[in-house]
């Protein structure tokens, strides 16, 4: 079974990349049944609740992130020096319950991917 790593790492708004992604996401998951997702760089300010995008006339995709557990995509991961570069910490209130790794571990459990598809 091919195993699918969706990496976050831009900006949840300005560019349509985070929405695509999750678009993206809901589109192969019924094709593959080993999902993961990435959330790095400044892909982890996609995980901050209460964004308001409405304010630079944005929607507000974030919120959907909630039901990638309806499609069951369980594995979430954080790189944890990305959050601290950002002021951010693994006790933020986020959007998701998410696996916090330091970068070496982050690398290693992608590195375990038979694709990685960058958004």
């Given at each position: 079974?091919?195993m699918?790593?969706?990496?976050f790492?831009?900006?949840?708004?300005?560019?349509?990349?985070?929405r695509?992604?999750?678009?993206?996401?809901?589109s192969?998951?019924?094709?593959?049944?080993?999902?993961?997702?990435f959330?790095i760089?400044?892909?982890?300010?996609?995980?901050?609740?209460?964004?308001?995008?409405e304010?630079i006339?944005?929607?507000?995709?974030?919120?959907?992130?909630?039901?990638?557990?309806?499609?069951?995509?369980k594995?979430?991961?954080?790189?944890?020096?990305?959050?601290?570069?950002r002021?951010?910490n693994?006790?933020?209130?986020?959007?998701?319950?998410?696996?916090v790794?330091?970068?070496?571990?982050?690398?290693?459990k992608?590195?375990?991917?038979d694709?990685?598809?960058?958004?």
């Amino acid at each position: 079974m091919k195993m699918v790593a969706f990496v976050f790492s831009h900006a949840p708004h300005g560019i349509s990349l985070g929405r695509e992604g999750l678009d993206a996401i809901f589109s192969i998951s019924s094709i593959f049944k080993k999902i993961s997702v990435f959330f790095i760089g400044d892909g982890v300010l996609q995980l901050i609740k209460n964004q308001q995008p409405e304010h630079i006339l944005a929607r507000n995709y974030t919120s959907s992130f909630s039901i990638l557990s309806l499609y069951n995509i369980k594995d979430l991961y954080c790189c944890k020096a990305s959050l601290l570069e950002r002021g951010l910490n693994n006790n933020n209130n986020f959007i998701l319950n998410i696996d916090v790794l330091d970068s070496y571990n982050l690398r290693l459990k992608l590195d375990n991917y038979d694709a990685i598809i960058n958004f």
